[in-house]
């Protein structure tokens, strides 16, 4: 197939020529970070297959087991292989853990008691555990059972405050929280020395205190997890990175033995703890997806520069930058109004390899405090490592964009939510010409 078919195939899709054109430009200035992300890509794969081979993982763990799911081997061998890559005692890996919100309520609920303290030192927390924490009340909140909840705001740069959080360590003080990503925030997400620093600190003051990582969104972008720097448990969801795409539904937490003894327990039952809890047949698309997920999180991290140099040089403030090193697959771009956000999400969708032909518009979602439109035309329900973007209908009118299962594809709907804001008269075709 010559170039001419790869440019007719383009205007199939409505991505007129100026957009594709800039966007060829700007993929030829990227060659150098993308080989640096399949380096990073290359020693994960490493890593995941190693744990594979030393676990012995066999056809015989992805059969079928239903009812009381005892004796499991799929599922405890699975476990097995995410303690082995995450450099961590155990494991907890199940379909019976429904999202990443419900992975870290699991952590945190298992792990404090009446009468303790949650500290977090980086600011606000993501959106639906401010419902988990009772920082918004809700039924069943860690507020209702007595915990206590105590954050420390960033400084101006996003970066912590230490004396405020030695200030804020006290004796009920039980569990630190420390986001990895920036969520819905335009602060930095962390690279995992950072974190470590932040551990080491808060070790250093209370030995005894729960180091918590939310790790969602930051599986595989690095070298290192936080569990390789203190952390005593990670947490994440498997419709995001480590899931690989193949994953239907799921959670993790790794980390101390004791700890995820805890969290099997609140899981399923005091006195049945990891026992129990039968896999259903989803074993096959967990191990597969974790297999793939280094080079599935390669992906869209190219996508996630590519969005960010293109932006970027329209005029829009863009976090990370185009050229600052990533810690997380999300690319936060301020278009600064409401019309930016719903055109950039449309043409998102319009991409899509699933319900391409549907348009999204805002809703209150349950668990967040503003409109939220989002584009998700994937494979699996709600699945943001496919191709995906969410934009809260508030100021100061971000987008957050992330995932993509390839990077062709990663490509093609950034280019197509371009093509949509210059049909919505949002960017002017004249601006692309002038790049
Ligand atoms: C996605 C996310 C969560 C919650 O995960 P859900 O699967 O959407 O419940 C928590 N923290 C961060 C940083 C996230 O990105």
Partial sequence: ???????????????SEEVRAYGQKIEESLKDRFRQFDETA?????????????????????NYVSGYGY????????????????HTEAALVRPQITCGTHALAIALSA????????????????????????????KGSLAEYGVTYRQVELLEDGYFDYPAIEAALNERTKLV????????????????????????????????VICMVDNCYGEFVEYIEPSDVGADMIVGSL???????????GGYIAGKEELIENCAYRLTSPGLGKEVGASLGVMQSFYQGFFMAPSVVCSALKGAVFAANIYEKLGYPVVPDSTESRHDIIQAVTLGTPEGVIAFCKGIQAAAPVDSYVSPEPWAMPGY???VIMAAGAFVQGSSIELSADGPIKPPYAVYFQGGLTWTHAK??????LQSMVDAGVISAEKLKEQ
């Fill in 239 to 249: 419709i995001k990175n480590p899931g690989g795409g193949l994953a239907p539904v």
């Fill in 369 to 371: 405090d503003s409109d």
């Fill in 177 to 208: 929280t420390i986001q990895r990503s920036k969520g819905y925030q335009t602060r930095p997400s962390y690279s995992v020395e950072k974190i470590g620093e932040l551990i080491a600190f808060i070790k250093e003051r209370r030995p005894d």
């Fill in 1 to 15: 197939m010559n170039q001419t078919e790869t440019q007719k195939m383009y205007r199939q899709l409505g991505i």
């Fill in 111 to 138: 792990n404090l008691r009446p009468g303790d303290e949650l500290l977090s030192p980086v600011g606000k927390p993501y959106d639906t555990l401010e419902e988990v924490i009772g920082i918004r009340p809700s």
């Fill in 71 to 86: 004796n499991d081997q799929g599922r405890d061998t699975l476990e097995q292989v995410y303690a082995s890559v995450f």
């Fill in 42 to 62: 290359e020693y994960n794969q490493l890593k995941v297959l190693h744990a594979m081979q030393e676990n012995r993982v066999s056809e015989g763990c992805f």
């Fill in 412 to 417: 093609i709907g950034i280019l197509k939510s």
